[in-house]
């Protein structure tokens, strides 16, 4: 059989071309990378929580960060927030134009809203006027949820292409009034509307797509749902700016949007874990010790593969192709090089310092230095 083109197999070659907007320092589309971002989830005007929460997910390479502003007491904190937090934040806002002009105020980067929701259209001119005068960019996020009564009985429902013409109705708004420095989104539940109205969308307008799943659930199941729906539109060459959206630690939301970015060969950031299912051969806990290894990983950003695995079987052979991992044995593991026995580690509960000072050595080596406490 003949072989795929090295083109045919490239999603970045396919990558469509789009517009740029820029939040804050982050350019979205044109030829930007594909952004990661995500959403915090705690309450927006407990400053202390929120930018700590802020801060963990920059640490895990979220380069956008976005707060919901559902009331004035969030809205009076975005100031501080802004101003404190070491990636671009967008406010999230709904049914209230005074927020969303506050936002802008406050030096937000900027701005996910509904026009549909806004108020009425003066209120709609009033934001984009703002947002126009500060230079930020507008998301216009349609969600299947909040498609138009008469949008959803002319099409018999939450459609793709009933979210599409409700975002196309909303960018029109925006282009009445001037209005260029616009990301769209068109997010359902379902994996496969999601993918529609989103290949739908990249025919009709240049603007930046920012895609994800809604609602994808809890981290497994949604990890998978977002991965197929992104994936596919990705390898298509569609997006400029993916979410993740799961249930649970946002934190979680930036190793599945990572993984599925290097995973297409689009962007690489931190090790790769190698990391076997374990079967019965296994005789340490390396599920524990798989674990354990991503975890204290998860703040390093330079590219290199890591490779734990339950034994000698598979092991060394992996192993051979990552720059560092671990192999069980009986009770023992044996840490490889670039596939070379460097060490043999006996005692279970010995496994996991032992190869993190290996590790630890190893990132030295390569000018990075890992926190002790990990
Ligand atoms: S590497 Fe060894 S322990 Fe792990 S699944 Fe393969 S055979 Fe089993």
Known sequence: ????????????????????????????????PVRVQSMTNTPTHDVPATLGQIRTLAAAGCEIVRVAVPDETAAATLSDLCAAA??????????????????????IAGLRINPGNIGSAREVDRVVDAASARGVPIRIGVNSGSVEKGLLERFGGPTPEAMVESALSHVTLLEKRGFSQIKISLKSSSVLDTVHAYQRMADRVSYPLHIGVTEAGTP??????????????????????????????????????????????????????????????T???????????????????????????????????????????????????????????????????????VFMEEVRRFLAEWGVELPEEL
């Open 1 to 32: 059989m003949e072989s795929q083109s090295s083109a045919a197999q490239d999603p970045q070659a396919r990558r469509r071309h789009t517009q740029s907007v820029y939040i804050g320092g982050v350019g979205v589309g044109g030829n930007n």
């Open 220 to 281: 497994l199941r949604g990890a998978v749902k977002s991965g197929v729906g992104l994936g596919i539109l990705l390898w298509e060459g569609v997006g400029d700016t993916v979410r993740v959206s799961l249930t649970g630690d946002p934190a979680d939301e930036m190793v599945a949007a990572w993984e599925l970015l290097r995973s297409l060969g689009l962007r690489s950031r931190g090790p790769e874990i190698i990391s076997c299912p374990t079967c019965g051969r």
């Open 86 to 107: 070491p990636v671009p934040l967008v406010a999230d806002i709904h049914f209230d134009s005074r927020l969303a002009v506050q936002a802008v105020e406050a030096g």
């Open 283 to 353: 005789e340490i806990d390396l599920i524990g010790l798989a674990q354990a290894v991503e975890r204290r990983l998860r703040p390093v950003e330079t590219v290199c593969k890591v490779a734990v695995m339950g034994c000698v079987v598979n092991g060394p052979g992996e192993a051979r192709e990552a720059d560092i991992g671990i192999a069980g044995g009986r009770d023992c593991g044996i840490i490889f090089r670039k596939g070379k026995v460097i060490r043999k580690v006996h005692g279970d509960a010995n496994l996991l310092p």
